[in-house]
Each structure stands twice: as structure tokens, then as C-alpha cells.
């Protein structure tokens, strides 16, 4: 069970459809567009997360980790309702959110057995708590896009830091009767998977906008993209390692020292929004 980090519930609403500025990242279309077709996998995504980990609820008898897995399903449904609203304003674009979520739906509606779900929920979690990293490492990479956007990611990222081992330590406690290796090769099979089904939703999604927008302009557009992510400013190539941490057969959550980033995170949450945290009971 996790102890690093107390998991807060913030009920926070974010006033997405005030925005006036389409291209709310430094008036970008390309970085716009990879986090609007991010936000369209989430609502599906994080109900999913919810399903498998609640689907354990009665193997945990310890009261504290079962109120860290109630906090964990909480803070999801709120990133599922504001992304939700994300998404509506995105729809009022005229883009077509609905198919791009029927897409995430069958995905997942492919993982029929709880504890391939679990896993999967796990991997996933681990790659939102890549991305986490990145923002709460670096807080210049949101410093200058649009406010609402800038706050509704960042309570997003602090968050997934905050509840980064409930799915893992749920696994850890349901498996502990498998052998160690089809316990390992069951998770690190699951980010394998994930990593690549995840990314080939978000690359069909941001396509489909930028070609709405007449913004597709073939290898140019798709190197341009490649540069942001591997070259300069480089968002995947600063946390591969953080990425690969996953596959190592010793590897936790809370292993390195991202306690210090959370707390930055509060901070930084709570000097942007005046958001103090609080408990739920
Ligand atoms: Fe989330
Ligand atoms: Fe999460």
C-alpha cells in the first residue's frame, strides 16, 4: 500500500467553454490538437479504471488502502466529467468526438478478463503518471497556454501523481499467488500493448482534427510533431526513462523522488487557483 502520498480530493470545476482561443496551446495547432485528442481517450479510459479496480474492492480487507482505492475512483470521476465537458467544446468545433470515443470503447471492450483489465488499468496509469511527470517536473511547459487549460491539466497531472500506485498496488495484492514472471510479463505485456493501442487512438484523433481544421499538410505537419516530441522542447524524449522505469521487475510507483514534485504541485495548484485541498469522508 501507498503511504508516500495522501490522495485529496478537489472538486473542481473548469470553465473550458468560456474559452474563446481554439488553439489554447501558445496558439499552436499541432501541441493543441495531441492534447484535445488525448482529453477525447479520457472519459472512456478512466471509467474503465474505475470498473477493474473496483471489480477487487472485497479482496482488501486493510480499511486505509481501501479508502486510498475510494479516493483513486473519486478523483477519476471528476477527470471523467470535466473531460467530458472538454470534449463537448471540442464536438462544438465539429469535430466527431462520438466516433473518436466509440474507438476507445471497442478498444477497451476487447479486455474481457478482470485481472488482464487490472493490468491493463495498471499500465495505463503508469503512462498518465509519465505525463504528470513531465508537467509537475517542468512547470514551463504549460506557463504560457490558456489559463483554464493550464489549470485544468495541471489538477489533472497532480492528481494522477497522487493516486499513481492504487491500481499497482491493487495488482500487487490480487496477483501475489502468480509466479513472479507471469506476474511481471502480464503487467509489462500490458504497457507494451497499451503504449502502442494508446498511441495509435491519439494519432488517428489529432489526423482527424488537424484535417477538419485544414490544418494536414502531410510529412510536414507529422515531422513537425515528431521534432516537439523527440527533438526540442523533446516531451517524450525528457521522460522515456521515466517510461521504461515500468519494465524493470523491481519497479514501484513511488521508487524515485516524486514526492518533492507533488508537493511542488500543490503549490503550484494552489497559487494558480487559490485551490485548497481537503478531504472528502
Ligand atoms: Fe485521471
Ligand atoms: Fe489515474
Redesign the pocket.
Known sequence: MSIESPIFIRNIHFPIQDVKQHDWFEGDPLRTSYCDALSVLFPAG?RF?IKSVKHYLDKIEDPDFREEVRR?CI??AF?TREHEAYNAQLASYGYDVEKMEARVIKALGRVKSPIVQLAFTVA??HL??TLSYLILKDPKVLAKVTPVYRDLWTWHAL??ME??AV?FDVYQLVTRNLSPWKRYMLRVGALFAVTIDIHRMLLINFNEMLTHRGESKGPKMWLKSAWSLFGNPGYYRRVIFHYLRFYSPFFHPWKGDDGKLMRQGRQELNNMMNVEPKHVD
Request: aromatic share 14%.
Open positions: 478512466e479504471f483513486f478523483q477519476e477527470h495505463i496509469e498518465t503518471a492528481e494522477e493516486h499513481k491500481a
